[in-house]
């Protein structure tokens, strides 16, 4: 028996092999797996169904949905999806992925609006999602994966920034309703989430 043994967890992410590596962990500790996407991008589609697969061939339930994570519609009809096909869910994994490394006087205002979308929007609606399937389970964890920025990079080390408050905020918001929020770093993630999910 696993230390995630009879959990459900979801993964929102765009499907990178670091996303893969937290899956694969999540699913050997007796996780099932939801997958969802951060955006519609049809890398993140083939991306997150080639990472469904694989936590199929360990053993594990799973499904992958594609969804705009940062509309609010979408992300609570994925959360009602998960506890629909898998039965509950205990937690979620928030992994936006790193900004586009962009100097800050090369930044275009789209840029930043699909930067924005994309790393802050869609984890806070995804969290606020989640936080009401889990909490009607009877409480677990949203965990936010954060990108370190290299330096010069304005726009990553914002949106690592604003993850970081976020997930602080979170735990203020929603301590008292037995919902965890943890923040863990893109280095190390699958190493650590099982340790932080159980």
């Known amino acids: 028996m696993g230390a995630l043994s009879a959990k459900v967890v979801a993964l929102v992410c765009r499907g990178s092999e670091e996303d893969r590596a937290i899956a694969v962990a999540l699913a050997e500790a007796g996780a099932d797996l939801a997958l969802g996407t951060v955006s519609v991008a049809q890398v993140e589609e083939f991306s997150t169904a080639s990472i469904a697969n694989e936590v199929w061939a360990i053993g ?36 936006p992925g790193p900004a586009p490394r962009i100097q800050v006087d090369e930044l275009s205002r789209d840029e930043w609006d699909s930067i924005v979308a994309g790393g802050l929007t869609a984890p806070l609606v995804a969290a606020i999602a989640f936080s009401q399937v889990i909490e009607r389970g009877g409480g677990g964890a ?17 949106m690592a920034e604003g993850l970081r408050a976020m997930a602080a905020n979170m735990g203020i ?7 965890r929020a943890i923040v863990l770093s893109r280095d190390g993630a699958a190493e650590h989430v099982v340790s932080a999910l159980g």
């Open 60 to 95: 594990r339930e799973q499904f992958n949905s594609v969804l705009d994570a940062s509309d609010p519609a979408a992300a609570a009809a994925f959360a009602a999806e998960v506890c629909d096909r898998l039965g509950r869910c205990d937690a979620v994994v928030i992994a």
């Open 173 to 179: 918001a929603w301590g008292g309703r037995k919902l």
């Open 142 to 158: 949203i965990a936010v994966v954060i990108d370190g920025a290299p330096h010069g990079d304005v726009a990553g080390a914002m």
